[in-house]
């Protein structure tokens, strides 16, 4: 499979030799949910927290003799029944159940949704940013012109510090090292843009899992 490579200027300078096993994969909607419902789980932070009976501070002795008040029965002030004791069963904090799922699963993951962004054509590779573009507007201007707008930028460590200063404020526009690939932002972008060294590093690490990713895949088609 080619991919024709732009530049800064829009225009088309060579092509792009990308692999099929790769960029072909057939697509699975039950997986890719699976992934995204993981991935949330894993970025949503778990903040909220109360206090139990036993974190409440104060004394644990008994408010007033167990008989002859004509009251009910009480132990102490933390009780969750009175003003300023204990909650129950309130959120806990960090603690949770995320579904785990396999590593090679979520790269598995990851050519499904390359190989739907490259069928719609969605998918574009951009020679590597050599020069440090300082302005937004000139960074605005290459993605109107090339109808980049709603990108994910999957780019190179050396790249990425020439643009990030002229793309941090452009909206709808992400920028992540190749490392940083996932499902979520596939899925959240229009397009998905790599330099051209980003794809071919993605392409030699995706490349060391095909053999497990294919037996993986055949499972998934029975």
Known sequence: MKL?????DGKKTENIELSDKIFSVKPNKNLIQSIVEWQLNHFKPRTAKTKQRNEVKGSTAKIYAQKGTGG????????PIFVGGGVAHGPKGSVYKVKKINKKIRKLGLLYLLTQKNKVNS???VEDFKKEITKTKLFSQF???NKLQNSLIISDENSKSKIIKSARNIPNLKIIKQEGTNVYDLLKYKNVVFTITSIKSLQDRLSKWKNSIYLIQLFHQL
């Open 72 to 79: 009910a029965r009480h132990s102490s002030r933390k009780a």
């Open 143 to 145: 993605l109107e012109k």
């Open 123 to 125: 998918l574009f590779v």
């Open 4 to 8: 024709q490579v732009i530049n800064i």
